[in-house]
Structure formats: structure tokens, C-alpha cells
């Protein structure tokens, strides 16, 4: 038996003091959180902490705090992590009641970037999860190539 069954009043006492420990700490980057959610709306494609940060007020805040108060958002599900392949984390902003899963095609040559709405089917990851014996299996997929324009 989980221990969470035994004792589901100290399990209550865990939840709400890391909803309350989140919370304090997202207080703590309202500032630069609102800031950075402001530059990912008039972003329609991920950016990179150093992307955000130099489109910020010259005042303010060092790449630091960009950095921990996106690691912040993220962690509240604000916004989602995409890794396209050059070292550099890139964040999306998350609209609401969506899930985030959506892949993105990137131009190898001028870095353009298309949103791609074409995924696996879930039998697949089905297939993977019962072959390993795991759960709740997801994925990570982005697709590269060479747009119209640098075709010309
Ligand atoms: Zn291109
Ligand atoms: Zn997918």
C-alpha cells in the first residue's frame, strides 16, 4: 500500500505547502515574469533566454533572472521548453487550456521556424510504453529542413 493512503492528511499538509512554497517563489519574479510573458506573446515561436533578455528594458534584470524566472514559469506549466538541436533551450508561451504538444519545422539555413501540427499516432506511443513496461510515455520531436525561400 502507497503511504499516501495511510496518511492522506499529511500527504494534504506536503500538497499545499509546495502550492504555497510555488506560489512565494512566483511572487518573487512577478516583475521579470511579466516582462518576459510579454515579449513570448508577440512571439509566435520559441525564444532563447538570450533572445528574451535583450529584448527587455536595458534596466531591470541580468540574464540570470531571466534564466530563474523562466525555469519558474515553466515549472507553473507557463511556458513550455523546446530544444531544437543547438544547445540553446528556447520557451513558448502556453495559451490557455492548451496542452502544448505541437512540434516545430526549422529552415537548417535562415532558421526559420513553422508551427507543425502533424504528430505520431497515439498507438505508437502505446506501442512503445507496453513493449518497455512504462507509463505515461510522451515525446519530444522537432523536423528540419530547407524552406521556399532559401530553395530560390
Ligand atoms: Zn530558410
Ligand atoms: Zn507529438
Known sequence: MRK???HPRHEGQELSSLTGRLRREARKVTGPR???LEILRHHPHPLTIKEVFEELPKSGCDLATVYRAMQMMEKLGMVKRF???DGAAR???MNEGDNGHHHHLICTRCAQVVRIEEC???EIERQIASKNGYQAVTHRLEFFGICP???K
Do not use: T
Open 34 to 36: 511579466a516582462a518576459i
Open 91 to 93: 520557451f513558448e508561451l
Open 83 to 85: 530544444d531544437f538541436g
Open 120 to 122: 505520431f499516432p497515439a
Open 149 to 151: 525561400d532559401c530553395q
Open 4 to 6: 499516501s493512503c495511510q
